[in-house]
């Protein structure tokens, strides 16, 4: 049974950092890319960032690009987010997600990912 359990979240004020962790029970974490998405409320789920399963390519969304960084820690078989110079508008639900297919390069595609956690409220005061 793959579980990805996040954690990390809070509230912040804007200009401040978070640092979200996601970490991987179940599958062979190293073997599959991982993404970070976020939804706000009446908006759809959206790709944040994303690494490959060997952590040599990122993706990001443009939004974030320069400010949040994601990473991942293969023997500890966790995912981060390190998020910095937040603004009211990365207020979400943040999810992390394993990609559905082994070896696979860091995708925006939701459908590219089968496996999601139960997510992680990330609130930025103005």
């Known amino acids: 049974q793959v579980q990805l359990v996040e954690s990390g979240g809070g509230l912040v004020q804007a200009g401040g950092s978070l640092r979200l962790s996601c970490a991987v029970s179940?599958?062979?974490?190293?073997?599959?890319?991982m993404g970070w998405f976020r939804q706000a409320p009446g908006k759809e789920r959206d790709l944040v960032a994303s690494?490959?399963?060997?952590?040599?390519?990122?993706y990001y969304a443009d939004s974030v690009k320069g400010r949040f960084t994601i990473s991942r820690d293969n023997a500890k078989n966790t995912v981060y987010l390190q998020m910095n110079s937040l603004k009211p508008e990365d207020t979400a639900v943040y999810y992390c997600?394993?990609?559905?297919?082994?070896?696979?390069?860091?995708?925006?595609?939701?459908?590219?990912?089968?496996?999601w956690g139960q997510g992680t409220q990330v609130t930025v005061s103005s």
């Open positions: 179940g599958r062979t974490f190293s073997s599959y890319a």
């Open positions: 997600a394993a990609g559905r297919s082994p070896r696979s390069s860091p995708s925006p595609i939701n459908h590219d990912y089968n496996y």
């Open positions: 690494i490959s399963w060997s952590g040599g390519n990122t």
